[in-house]
Nanobody, 116 residues
Framework: VQLVESGGGLVQPGGSLRLSCAAS????????MSWYRQAPGKERELVAR????????NYADSVKGRSTISRDNAKNTVYLQMNSLKPEDTAVYYC??????????WGQGTQVPVSS
């Protein structure tokens, strides 16, 4: 059972980034998927969430209109497209898998520094 994030890295303010989270070892299509982030010295916070079949998405107010969460159940992958990045978006980004009858699963995180 594994979630592996990728796509992080240094980006300039105003830039864009697409994070990916590849899942393995469980029935990906049965799980709702989320992206969380944790900035230095702050608590981990929800960024975006997508239902198991992708029909419902939710976003934190701080990223609404700038970010899009999507999933490809055929590839067992969830994505987070982030645009117009700001220094305050700097954080470690984690993906999470949720199922009502299973323990939540977390990835190891990917760093996203936003700086000029």
């Amino acid at each position: 059972v594994q979630l592996v994030e990728s796509g992080g890295g240094l980006v300039q303010p105003g830039g864009s980034l697409r994070l990916s989270c590849a899942a393995s070892g469980f029935t990906f299509s049965s799980y709702a998927m989320s992206w969380y982030r944790q900035a230095p010295g702050k608590e981990r916070e929800l960024v975006a969430r997508i239902s198991s079949v992708g029909g419902t998405t939710n976003y934190a107010d701080s990223v609404k209109g700038r970010s899009t969460i999507s999933r490809d159940n055929a590839k067992n992958t969830v994505y987070l497209q982030m645009n117009s990045l700001k220094p305050e978006d700097t954080a470690v980004y984690y993906c999470k898998a949720d199922h009502p009858f299973s323990v939540a699963l977390w990835g190891q995180g990917t760093q996203v520094p936003v700086s000029s």
